[in-house]
């Protein structure tokens, strides 16, 4: 008897403290849905619904039939394609330099392009018009060294041009858990298939790549992620015919005012960038689960 | 410059090698002035020594002694600053490690994750090009190290001592040229270290013409399974011998210290008394030692004595005994050990588990026999 008020007892003391503590998920909640949901509601109404609020897919049916969306997701998808390719050869090749070919300042250079996450995407194409735009720094001088009268170089204003500059941007994601993962790899590993007679190239292929593909295909998800639903290059570098979605959207919204259509294509985008998302995260937990489980 | 040769004890130890296992002639690794160095730093110091084909010789020494440099620059991993390394009387000192032939165990096994173990087996075949023999010898390497049944596991679902197995089989497949171990039982519990540790010896009963360079920090190890052990100190080569040799006359101070334990007693006035013997005095009484290096009269030298040579039973003996106050007594089981003051110096004594043990506080007196003592300089350039 007096055991089950003494259990009892802590029991009913606990009760209003811990529905006071799930309170405190409430002001967060409100706030997350005032600033995102609510916003992110009101698209798909605007979506669904259109000018005259009447639900249907009407609106998708008739956005998704146009040439223009259909070349919007082929070049959205073509440019994040490519240029995540790009990325992971790249952020790839600069990583096992950095992580296994030991010279000086390895580690700054590492750093250094780690710094390129922190800055504006647009920065980058910015600072490739005076490197490769018509007037940039390689155009002048090959015009003056081989007497030309037009710029030899003109990819910038192209789709490469968007690629280049994403891949520009992006390889850092590559690189950050790949470095990572490199300081992981025991290097014993490498040493012992040297002394069996592995060669560099053998040893990158059955050892290093490996080790680095959950990396590899997380990094590269990311990547995709984010250039599906990159904006500030693609308005930057204006090249001519690539229009992807997200600058669909800001056409169809700010210069035609069409919000119905913009936001047929943004639920569109938003439903493509949650599927990449989600494979992201599968990606990270199941390579994740599989590295605890090798450890 | 170290300069020791190594003179190879005949092995009695061999029983008939299993086919796969001795397909080519024995040969040997020589470091002939070898040099290392990171920037400023010298790592290994001017390294001389001869590991003769077919025999096991232990490098031994503190963390930062140089024992794993010289074996990974034997591997290819480090390049000496200076000399040239010898395999087979090939000099290999600027071959890549891919191109030297050589098997090589590592500490913590350094098997590849995501490869059963049969294919970690067959790794170096492949990469050499061997296809045709992977069937053939990966079957014989595992049933040599006893893991024939764990041939499709991943390394994840074997135990540190299985995995070590592997690694061995790993570095016998491609038939190295030597093996090279770097602190192999390090990672393993006492109890399967003790175990893998007879097994190796086994292992190289089995290959006898298996030439063995193998670091390690533990004595015990070397002792078991070595022909010869080095004592590395500093970068330098400070001792090399055969075993009992090297146990039995340590040709130093250090050496006596490292191997084994000796118990270290400072002696002034040597005078030599005939066959073999002299006579020192240490504090105010004289003892009597081999002196086995042949060192001159009058020199400063040390008492080095085995603590299993000590011994507090009534002895009729004038000399070599010596009166102390007992500080401590430890029961380790299988063994009794006593710490000694004996002035300002300690002593070890370790016997047989006593019915009857010292109290500490207790005044003991211990003797030993001349034969068991060996007079030591302190100076590591007395060793030749």
Redesign the interface.
């Given at each position: 008897m007096s055991a089950d008020t003494a259990i009892a007892l802590p029991a009913g003391a606990r009760a209003p403290s811990a529905a006071l503590r799930n309170l405190w998920i409430a002001p967060p909640l409100l706030i997350l849905v005032a600033l995102f949901f609510y916003p992110f509601a009101l698209i798909v109404m605007q979506a669904l619904g259109g000018d005259q609020h009447v639900f249907s897919l009407a609106n998708f049916e008739r956005v998704m039939h146009t040439r223009q969306f259909a070349n919007g997701i082929y070049n959205t998808i073509q440019i994040a394609v490519s240029a995540s390719i790009g990325c992971l050869a790249l952020g790839f090749i600069f990583s096992l330099v950095i992580a296994f070919v030991p010279f000086p300042g390895a580690r700054f250079i590492g750093r250094l392009i780690d710094t390129f996450i922190s800055l504006p995407t647009f920065l980058v194409a910015l600072a490739f018009t005076f490197v490769y735009g018509s007037a940039g720094l390689i155009n002048q001088s090959l015009m003056q060294t081989l007497h030309l009268q037009f710029p030899p170089l003109d990819f910038l204003y192209t789709r490469w041009g968007v690629i280049l500059s994403e891949i520009t941007v992006y390889t850092p994601f590559i690189m950050r858990p790949l470095l990572a993962c490199f300081s992981q790899l025991?290097s014993?590993?490498i040493?012992?298939?040297?002394?069996?007679?592995?060669?560099p190239w053998?040893i990158i292929r059955?050892?290093i790549l490996?080790?680095a593909l959950p990396s590899l295909l997380a990094g590269g998800s990311l990547c995709l992620l984010l250039t599906v639903n990159e904006f500030g290059i693609v308005l930057f570098i204006g090249a001519k015919d690539v229009i992807t979605l997200p600058l669909l959207i800001y056409n169809k919204a700010i210069q035609e005012f069409d919000y119905t259509t913009a936001c047929v294509i943004a639920v569109v985008n938003i439903a493509l960038s949650l599927g990449l998302y989600v494979c992201y995260r599968a990606i990270v937990s199941f390579f994740g689960g599989r590295r605890a489980?090798?450890g | 410059m170290n300069t020791m040769t190594v003179e190879r004890e005949a092995q009695q130890l061999a029983t008939a090698a299993p086919a796969a296992a001795t397909g080519s002639e024995a040969i040997g690794i020589g470091f002939e002035g070898v040099s290392v160095a990171y920037g400023s730093q010298t790592i290994l110091e001017s390294l001389t020594l001869t590991v003769k084909p077919g025999e096991i010789v232990a490098l031994i020494g503190s963390s930062g002694s140089g024992k794993t440099t010289a074996l990974r620059a034997v591997a290819g991993f480090v390049q000496p600053t200076a000399g040239r390394i010898i395999i087979g009387g090939r000099d290999v000192t600027r071959l890549p490690p891919y191109a030297r032939n050589i098997g090589m165990v590592v500490q913590n096994y350094a098997l590849f994750p995501h490869m059963r173990v049969e294919d970690n087996v067959a790794f170096g075949l492949r990469a050499q090009g061997q296809t045709d023999l992977i069937k053939e010898r990966v079957s014989e390497c595992l049933e040599l190290v006893g893991m024939t049944k764990y041939a499709k596991r991943y390394p994840r679902e074997l135990s540190g001592g299985q995995q070590q197995r592997v690694a061995i089989a790993r570095a016998l497949a491609i038939r190295p040229q030597v093996l090279l171990l770097d602190e192999p039982l390090s990672a393993l519990d006492a109890q399967i270290r003790r175990s893998m540790l007879d097994e190796l010896a086994k292992l190289h009963r089995s290959l006898p013409s298996l030439t063995v360079l193998y670091v390690t920090h533990d004595q015990t190890e070397a002792l078991t399974l070595a022909n010869h052990i080095g004592i590395m100190r500093d970068g330098r080569l400070v001792a090399y011998g055969d075993v009992q040799g090297l146990y039995r006359h340590p040709p130093n101070r250090f050496a006596a210290e490292f191997l084994g334990r000796a118990n270290v007693l400072p002696a002034q006035g040597l005078e030599s008394l005939g066959g073999g013997y002299a006579r020192v005095r240490f504090r105010d009484q004289y003892l009597e030692g081999v002196n086995h290096h042949g060192l001159a009269t009058g020199t400063e030298c040390f008492v080095c004595v085995r603590p299993h040579d000590l011994q507090f039973a009534p002895s009729a003996a004038a000399t070599n005994s010596l009166t102390g106050v007992v500080r401590s007594v430890q029961w380790l089981g299988e063994l009794h050990n006593i710490m000694l003051s004996v002035g300002d110096e300690t002593l070890r004594l370790t016997c047989a588990p006593l019915a009857e043990p010292p109290e500490p506080g207790t005044t003991l007196t211990v003797h030993f026999d001349p034969a068991d003592v060996t007079l030591v300089p302190e100076a590591e350039s007395h060793v030749s």
């Open positions: 025991d014993a590993q040493e012992v298939a040297s002394s069996l007679g592995a060669r053998r059955q050892i490996p080790a489980a090798l | -």
